[in-house]
C-alpha cells in the first residue's frame, strides 16, 4: 500500500523532485519579477514530534500507532495554511494516538475508552479537508484520531432499486472498483475523489462534480448508520419520507461532532455510456453566466455545467485570456445525447456564446467514441488542470507564494453584487497584503436559482510570513461573501477555519438545539470538539 505524504497533496511517491520544485520556482520569478531560491521538499526523517502522552488499554494496542510519520498525517489536511505548516515541520499539537478500527466493535471500544477519559476523538476519513476540519484541540491530555480505513466495503448491492449498503471508510477509487464489476457507479466525483472517503463525504456535505441536479451528496444518500458515545444510530431505508426532521439530514454535515459514519446505503446508477460534450466561449464572465443560468433554468440537466472567467480559461483550459469558457457535458447510461447538448449550445449562442460544430463532442455510446468526449480541445485541457491542480500547488511550496481558494454559493439575483463584492475585497487584500496579484472566478455548480462561484487568489507573499498575509486576505475575502449574503462554504465544510462566519451564518436557536443534539449522543463532548459549536 502507497504511504501518504506527510505533507503534500498524495503519497510519497507523489512528492516534487527538487527539480521539479526548481522549475516552480523559475516560473514564479519570471511571474513576480522576484528572485526565489528554491528549497528541497522536507522528509520524514525531519520529523520530531511531542512524544504520545497516553497509552492506550491492552486490548486496543494492537490497532493503535504512535509511529511519529503516521501521526504527522493524521494532524493536518491539504489546505494552503496546512501545507505550509507540514512543510517547516511545525506539528506542536499532534495525535498522541492513531486508531484504525477493524469493525464496529473496535469503534465503541474506543470511544467508551476515550469518553471515560476525557480525551479528544477525531474521526478521520481521507485526510483531504481543507477546512482543519480534523485537526487536534487544544487543551486536551490526550487525543485519539480514529481512522476508518479498514471499513472499506460494498457490503450489499440491491440492483433492484439501484441501491447500496457501503462502510463509510472506503475511498472514491475502491468504491467505484467494487461497483464497476455489477455496471453501477456512484458516480460522486470530488476534486479529492483520490484521497477523500465516503463517510467523509458525508459528514462534510460533499460536492461532486455533477454540475446541476445531483451535486451534493445528500442527493445520493438513502440512510446513514453512525457509532455514537451514547450507542449506534441507524434511520430506516426508504426513497423519501415526510415523517418528521429527517436524521439522515442531521447526520449529513454533522462533520464528526454526533458520531462516527460507519455505513450508509447509497443511491447507485447504471454506468453511462452516452456521452456528449463542448465548450463555449464568450467575450465576458457576466455573457457566460447568463448562458448557464438560461440553460440550468430549462431543467436539461447537464452532468457538467462550469464557467471559467477569461483567468481560469487561460490557466486551466490554455486559452487566451481574452474570454471566458463554458463547459458543457451530458451523459446517460440509457438515451443517447447529441441532442441535448445541441439544445444547451443553441442557448449558449443566443446569450452571446461561440463554437464552432467540430468542438461539439458526441459520442454513440461505443467505447471508442466516447473516450474522446470531454477529452479534447480546451475542455479536455480544462479537465486534465482540473484533476492534475492539488498536484501542482506541491511543487510551489516553500517559496512565499500565497494562495488559496474560496467557494460560495448566491441566488442570481445577487450573484453579479457579490462577484463584484468578493473581488474587490480580494484585490484590495491583495494590493495592502502582497502588493498585488491575481484573482479568478469559476462557477463549480450551478442551480435554478444560483450559481456556486469558486474563487481563487494568487499573490506573492514573504517567505515566513505566508499564514499570517494568508490569514488577512482570507478574513477580507470572507467577511465580503457573508455581506453579500452567500454562504461560507458551498461544499468544502465548516471545520475550525470556517467557524467564526458559520457561526454568523446559523441561526442561534439552531445551534443551541445542535448542542443539545450531541450532549444526547456525545455527553463527554470528546467527537471532534469545536466543531460546528462549543460544547
Known sequence: MAKRSFW??????DEPTAAQMKTAAE????????????????????????????????????????????RAVHTYGRSFRDRIRAFNYDFPNPPDVVARPKNEQDIEALLEWCSASGYATIPFGGGSSTVAGFEPPEGYD???????????????????????????????????????PHGFTLRHYPQSFEFSTLGGWIATRSGGHYATNQTHIDDFVESVRMVTPAGPWESRRLPGSGAGPSPDRMAIGSEGI????????????????????????????????????????????????RLLDPVESAAAAGMDGTAALLVLGFESAEIPQGEFIRHAVDIAREAGGTIDESEIRISDGSSRSSGDTGRQGSVGAWRDSFLGAPYVKNHQAGLGLVTETMETSITWDRWAKMDEMVRGALRDALNRVCGGGSVSCRFTHVYTDGPAPYFTFEGMGRLGAELEMYAEIKQAASDAIMAAGGTITHHHAVGRLHRPWYDQQRPELFAQALKAAKLTLDPKGVLNPGLLINA
Open 27 to 70: 516560473q514564479l520569478s519570471q511571474r513576480y519579477g522576484v528572485d526565489l531560491t528554491p528549497v528541497g521538499p522536507p522528509t520524514a526523517s525531519g520529523l520530531s514530534l511531542r512524544k504520545p502522552r497516553i497509552t492506550p488499554p491492552s486490548a486496543l494496542a494492537g490497532i493503535c500507532s504512535g509511529d511519529d510519520h503516521d
Open 258 to 305: 454526533l458520531g462516527i459514519i460507519t455505513e450508509a446505503w447509497m443511491r447507485i446508477q447504471a454506468r453511462p455510456v452516452f456521452r456528449a460534450s463542448a465548450g463555449v466561449t464568450f467575450p465576458t464572465f457576466a455573457a457566460g453566466a447568463e448562458a448557464a443560468r438560461r440553460i440550468v433554468q430549462t431543467k436539461l440537466w447537464p452532468a457538467n455545467c
Open 142 to 180: 490526550g487525543i485519539v484520531t480514529i481512522d476508518l480505513e479498514h471499513l472499506d466495503q460494498v457490503l450489499e448491492i440491491d440492483d433492484v432499486s439501484r441501491a447500496a449498503r457501503i462502510q463509510g471508510g472506503v475511498y472514491g477509487p475502491a468504491l467505484e472498483d467494487q461497483l464497476r
Open 8 to 13: 503534500a497533496w498524495g503519497n510519497e511517491q
